[in-house]
Nanobody, 125 residues
């Protein structure tokens, strides 16, 4: 069973940085591709980034490419999202998700297999 818990959200000024973490309390973390999604008020949940099982393959939304970095530590059952050069439009609830697919693909959020409850990131201008 996969149980995901996000942390690291908060209030930051534009141009600042935050690092989000997502811990899986289960025993099969390394068997899943992991992703980060976000949902701003009044908007659909959108893809941010994902990472393959070994961490060797990553993919990013164009809106965060060059500013955000996804990584994972399978020994710690944790996936991270380092967010730099934050903008007010990055304000959202950030969710991590797990995917059982054999290959890393960008999926809609409704197709991911497991979800955390999210952590709020607020970027002030």
């Amino acid at each position: 069973q996969v149980q995901l818990v996000e942390s690291g959200g908060g209030l930051v000024q534009a141009g600042g940085s935050l690092r989000l973490s997502c811990v899986d309390s289960g025993r099969t973390f390394s068997s899943y591709n992991m992703g980060w999604f976000r949902q701003a008020p009044g908007k659909e949940r959108e893809f941010v980034a994902n990472i393959g099982r070994s961490g060797g393959i990553t993919d990013y939304a164009d809106s965060v490419k060059g500013r955000f970095t996804i990584s994972r530590d399978n020994a710690k059952n944790t996936v991270y999202l380092q967010m730099n050069s934050l903008k007010p439009e990055d304000t959202a609830v950030y969710y991590c998700a797990a995917d059982r697919s054999l290959i890393l693909v960008r999926k809609p959020w409704t197709s991911m297999d497991y979800w955390g409850k999210g952590t709020l990131v607020t970027v002030s201008s």
